[in-house]
């Protein structure tokens, strides 16, 4: 099956730094890419969805300046929440989807991320 | 707003069938029912879809039925790594490829 890869798997920050996650498509090229969060005991919640080459489109609520996605190749997206809170702590998860359709879509394994 | 029901958690012996429901009963003609799962601090691992015709591979059974308003994910047997949260999702593809995931159903594999 399709590999997604997300690195780092878990980061520890101060508050007020940025980190930067990234998630790969290991064995195939992604025409979309996705970025969800998820809070203890609660499900996914997708925050954007980018494609190559173009800017990603944010879901209501989510701070587009606070969380910056870059999708730059087709097996390559950046997520980079700046000036990190401790309320930004969370799991942050990816996947990626091969193109049109109903094409499956394939998740990372997370991120964990502990904002001090 | 989920557009499907799930119970909330299910118990099933190691070795047994684990048949998940899953009720979509406003599902439109082009959606696709999808099933996921995610075991505890990991990403969600895609298991089967099917849009009418009931499908297998070499994780599950997928049965939908004749009317589409409700479906079954089948584990025919089941081992203590089954155990994890089962989303059932409904996804019609295209621009709107968004996957909206509802509280799922936390199955519990017992020994």
């Known amino acids: 099956g399709a590999v997604v890869s997300q690195h780092p798997s878990r980061v520890i920050c101060k508050s007020g730094t940025s980190v930067k996650i990234e998630c790969r498509s290991l064995?195939?090229?992604?025409?979309?890419m996705f970025w969800y969060r998820q809070f203890p005991k609660q499900s996914l919640m997708l925050m954007a969805t980018?494609?190559?080459?173009?800017?990603?489109?944010?879901e209501q609520g989510v701070e587009k300046d606070k969380f910056l996605i870059n999708h730059a190749s087709l097996t390559l997206s950046t997520l980079t929440v700046t000036s990190a809170h401790p309320e930004d702590s969370s799991f942050y998860i990816c996947?990626?989807?091969?193109?049109?359709?109903?094409?499956?879509?394939?998740f990372g394994p997370g991120t964990r991320l502990t904002v001090l | 707003d989920a557009k499907t029901t799930q119970p909330p958690s299910m118990d099933c012996a190691e070795g047994r069938a684990a048949n998940l429901p899953c009720n979509h009963s406003?599902?439109?003609?082009?959606?696709?029912v999808y099933w996921y799962r995610q075991i505890h601090s990991q990403g969600p691992q895609y298991i089967i879809h099917?849009?009418?015709n009931n499908e297998t591979n070499e994780m599950a059974s997928l049965i939908i039925t004749e009317d589409r308003k409700s479906s079954t994910l089948i584990l025919p047997h089941a081992t203590l790594r089954d155990t994890a949260v089962y989303y059932c999702?409904?996804?019609?593809?295209?621009?709107?490829?968004?996957?909206?995931f509802g509280k799922g159903t936390l199955l519990t594999v017992n020994p």
């Open positions: 996947s990626a989807r091969l193109g049109f359709g109903t094409d499956t879509q394939y």
């Open positions: 064995d195939f090229q992604a025409t979309t």
């Open positions: 980018s494609n190559e080459g173009s800017k990603a489109t944010y």
């Open positions: 406003t599902i439109s003609g082009n959606e696709y």
């Open positions: 099917g849009l009418k």
């Open positions: 999702i409904l996804n019609s593809g295209g621009s709107n490829y968004k996957l909206t």
